[in-house]
């Protein structure tokens, strides 16, 4: 069955830290990878997406996630978080140019800056 | 930019009670997709169209429908409505046509709550 797991449900660091979450995905054929974020009390924005091409992409706001097709993950990096970066993070799959193209989610990571 | 727009933003019913939720896509995207969201959840797919037939079906309950208009617009009728109901729908739209294909924009999301 198609699935995303996230490895962490709320992670709690301080001004400047360094980010990374955690995105394991399974997927039959190939598949597109997304972050989005969600700023409390607000919709999804998508922060940046995999397609193909160069493993590292690089998103809004300083994230970067790198695709590892042999781990089947995705994970979300950013080397110095902001007290503007907390929010909740999901990482989605998707089929790739599929008919179909709904996204599967991950359950979600809470992440807390403290300033 | 435009942005995907749903209304309304909020909504308050009672048990049984039927409910219409509305979806504007970005100009010029093909494909409307329906999530809903529960309390501390993550995001699931319910259905989606694209060139206003289904395109594909999530978890939607028998008690929901929905359809997509010819200028695209997509509506999520909900009857009998139950308490488990009460959660954040989100519509996402894309481009299938276009170079775009397998990137979803949300929108800002309906909150339903059933009382």
């Known amino acids: 069955a198609q699935s995303v797991s996230q490895h962490n449900h709320h992670v709690i660091l301080s001004e400047a830290a360094s980010l990374e979450l955690g995105c394991n995905y399974s997927?039959?054929?190939?598949?597109?990878l997304f972050w989005y974020v969600q700023y409390p009390g607000q919709h999804l924005q998508l922060l940046l997406k995999?397609?193909?091409?160069?493993?590292l992409v690089k998103g809004i706001k300083g994230f970067e996630a790198e695709f590892i097709k042999s781990k089947f993950s995705f994970n979300l990096r950013k080397p110095s978080v902001q007290w503007s970066d907390t929010a909740e993070y999901f990482c989605?799959?998707?089929?790739?140019?599929?008919?179909?193209?709904?996204?599967?989610f991950g359950k979600g990571t809470k992440l807390s800056v403290k300033p | 930019a435009a942005g995907v727009i749903q209304s309304p933003r909020h909504l308050i019913k009672e048990k049984r009670e039927t409910a219409t939720l509305k979806c504007y896509p970005i100009?010029?995207?093909?494909?409307v997709y329906w999530y809903q969201q529960g309390p501390g959840q993550d995001p699931q797919f319910l259905i989606s169209?694209?060139?206003?037939?289904?395109?594909d079906k999530g978890s939607i309950p028998d008690r929901f429908s929905a359809q997509q208009f010819s200028d695209y617009h997509s509506e999520l009728n909900m009857s009998s409505l139950e308490l488990g109901d009460s959660a954040l729908y989100f519509c996402?739209?894309?481009?299938?046509?276009?170079?775009?294909?397998?990137?979803?924009?949300f929108g800002p999301g309906t909150r339903l709550t059933v009382l």
């Open positions: 996402a739209s894309s481009h299938r046509s276009g170079g775009d294909t397998d990137t979803q924009y």
């Open positions: 997927y039959g054929g190939t598949v597109n």
């Open positions: 995999y397609f193909s091409g160069d493993p």
């Open positions: 989605a799959a998707g089929n790739y140019g599929g008919s179909q193209g709904n996204l599967i």
């Open positions: 100009p010029r995207h093909d494909t």
């Open positions: 169209f694209y060139e206003k037939m289904q395109s």
